[in-house]
Each structure stands twice: as C-alpha cells, then as structure tokens.
C-alpha cells in the first residue's frame, strides 16, 4: 500500500530562517510522482512543485528547493529565507502513474514570525 | 487563464438533507478529482472522472456520488447527509498528458 508520512506537524521559525519539511513515502511502484502543495487560511490547495520518480535532480526555484532521494524514500522541501506569507499548511503527495488519485500526508503547519 | 471553480463556496445543510456540490475545471483540463478534507481524516480521495467516466472511486459510502459533463464540468452529490459529511469539499483539474493537478477554492459544508 502506498503511503505519505509528515512527521512534523508543526513548525515555527523568525522570518529570514531558513526551514525544511520533511516528507517520507511509501510505495512499490516504480513509476510515480511526488507534490508539495500548500495550504493558506483560505483553504485553497496551491501547487510548489513536483517530483517524477525517474528524475531524482534536485533543483532550486526562486526561494524553494527539494531534495528527492529515492534511496531514503524521502521527498524534503525547504523554503530559504522564509516570510510571513509563508505561513501556511504544507501538504506533501504521493501520486501513482495510473491514476488521478493523491495520497496526502497529514500535513505540516509552517508559521513564521516577524 | 482562469483557474478551477467551485460552487457553491459555503453550504450549511441539516442532518438528512442532499446536497450538490459543483466543480468546473481549467479550460482544456478533462481530468477532474475530489477529495473531503477534515480535521479527523485529513485530505482523503472521493473519486476521479474523465471524459465522462468515473476511473477511480475511494472508500466512501455509496451516499457520496458524482458524475461529469460533456464540457468537463464535474458534480457530486452527498444524499442523506450526516454531521460527520461537514468538511471541506476540493476540486482538482488536470490536463492530458500533464502530471499535475490544480485545485479549487473549495466548498465548506457545514451539516448542522
């Protein structure tokens, strides 16, 4: 079965502080894609980024970067330099290649103060 | 481009009632999702359509249904509501051969 763990359920940094969301995922598929999405107070789901199983690149965009690694089953996301509309609830998912269906972890609520 | 919508944005209902939720998709998405969010079960997968057709459902009572239109447009229908359907309602689009899913504002059914 496949399956999303977001240890950390919440986390408070000072603007400026750099901060990391880990993200562990479960699965035998071999093909798959991995999201980060983020969640303000409006209730909205807004996409970051995503992941294929195939391309374990790690990249940079803007202030956020991942770091996919495959042999840990991890899938972690870090905001550099974080601000206060950074505050928010991030979800990580797991998504396999037959299906439109997600798999969410339980969600990590990120808030960061001036 | 406009993103995906969802209407009604707030509901209240009352143990019993039926209630209908609608979605319509990005323009040229056919691929559209549910999911319930609760404080209890977090984020969790109603059913998927495309072009017409229900490809995935998850495990929810057969109280919770839903169908999709011609024009992508998606609806789903929760009869006999009870107070643990109150949760937030999200719609997801996705368009062909692209792996990403774009969600809604969301409808928040409250079920008094």
């Known amino acids: 079965a496949q399956k999303v763990t977001q240890a950390q359920t919440e986390i408070s940094v000072v603007e400026k502080e750099d901060v990391t969301l880990d993200c562990v995922y479960e699965t035998r598929d071999t093909t798959y894609y991995l999201f980060w999405y983020k969640q303000p107070p409006s209730g909205e789901l807004v996409f970051l980024i995503r992941r294929n199983s195939f391309d374990e690149q790690n990249e940079i965009s803007g202030r956020y970067s991942w770091n996919f690694q495959k042999s840990t089953s991890s899938f972690n996301f870090t905001i550099t330099a974080s601000q206060v509309v950074d505050s928010a609830v991030y979800f990580c998912a797991l998504r396999m290649s037959n299906t439109d269906k997600l798999i969410f972890g339980t969600g990590t609520r990120l808030q960061v103060f001036p | 481009k406009a993103g995906v919508t969802q209407t009604p944005r707030y509901l209240i209902k009352t143990r019993g009632q039926q209630v209908t939720l609608s979605c319509s998709p990005i323009?040229?998405?056919?691929?559209v999702s549910w999911y319930q969010q609760t404080p209890g079960q977090g984020l969790q997968f109603l059913f998927e359509y495309f072009s017409e057709t229900q490809r995935n459902k998850g495990n929810f009572p057969g109280r919770f249904s839903g169908r999709q239109f011609s024009n992508s447009r998606s609806e789903m229908n929760v009869s006999t509501l009870e107070l643990g359907d109150s949760a937030l309602y999200l719609c997801?689009?996705?368009?062909?051969?692209?792996?990403?899913?774009?969600f809604g504002p969301g409808t928040r059914l409250l079920v008094l």
């Open positions: 997801a689009s996705r368009r062909d051969l692209q792996e990403t899913q774009y």
């Open positions: 323009s040229g998405h056919r691929s």
